[in-house]
């Protein structure tokens, strides 16, 4: 099963861009490439995702490089209710089963 | 506001005894997926339910089962309980459309599981 290798934590200071990066070199031809994120005390939120093609939204960008074996979440000016732990994950064609890694913990400085 | 909600919030069990734990969708998911994670570890995938019926299941044993209802409530139920069960469960709801692929899960916040 494919899987996301991810650095424990990181660190950020507040308004600062932040890039958390994901390896994935086992990705299959059809997996897409989920990021969610866990405030403390709840449960995961989305964040983003993407196949190929670099995606934006309102929270965040994801760069996916083009053999799609890594890609790299940037959030743009981050803030502190931005602390959270970052999780990277593969999904199947199906998306009936998310596979969850460790995920980076993002520490926010003021 | 995701809508999700989960009961109870906290529970204390002891080994061997039999757990429920229920989940609110949104309304009109018809995709509802359960989860446990353990301190310090990301969510584990258990099963998920679209329209009632199991749609994929990860590496857990029989006695975690599931139920999905028409109202877009759910429950996930542990037989004889171990210490390792001890976890926050997490369930996660999504529209459930045709092919079910890469849509949002909306999460609730978690019931956390103590067995002692």
């Known amino acids: 099963d494919a899987k996301t290798t991810q650095p424990n934590s990181m660190e950020s200071n507040e308004e600062e861009p932040v890039h958390l990066p994901c390896n994935h070199s086992t990705i299959s031809g059809t997996d897409y490439i989920h990021w969610y994120r866990q405030l403390p005390s709840q449960g995961p939120e989305y964040v983003i995702h993407?196949?190929?093609s670099n995606v934006n939204n309102r929270m965040a960008s994801l760069a996916i490089a083009e053999d799609r074996k890594s890609s790299t979440l940037i959030l743009h000016r981050a803030t502190l209710r931005d602390a959270a732990v970052y999780y990277c994950i593969l999904s199947t064609y199906n998306n009936n089963d998310m596979r969850f890694g460790a995920g980076t913990r993002l520490t926010v400085k003021p | 506001e995701t809508g999700v909600t989960q009961s109870p919030t906290h529970l204390i069990k002891t080994r061997g005894q039999q757990v429920t734990l229920r989940c609110s969708s949104q309304?009109?998911?018809?995709?509802v997926s359960w989860y446990q994670q353990a301190l310090g570890q990301g969510p584990q995938f258990i099963f998920q339910y679209y329209r009632e019926e199991e749609n994929g299941r990860g590496n857990f044993p029989p006695r975690f089962s599931g139920l999905q209802f028409p109202n877009y409530s759910s429950e996930l139920n542990v037989n004889a309980l171990e210490l390792d069960d001890s976890a926050l469960y997490l369930c996660?709801?999504?529209?459930?459309?045709?092919?079910?692929?890469?849509?949002?899960?909306?999460f609730g916040p978690g019931t956390r599981l103590l067995v002692l």
């Open positions: 993407g196949l190929t």
């Open positions: 309304s009109g998911h018809n995709t």
């Open positions: 996660a709801s999504s529209l459930g459309l045709a092919g079910g692929i890469q849509e949002t899960q909306y």
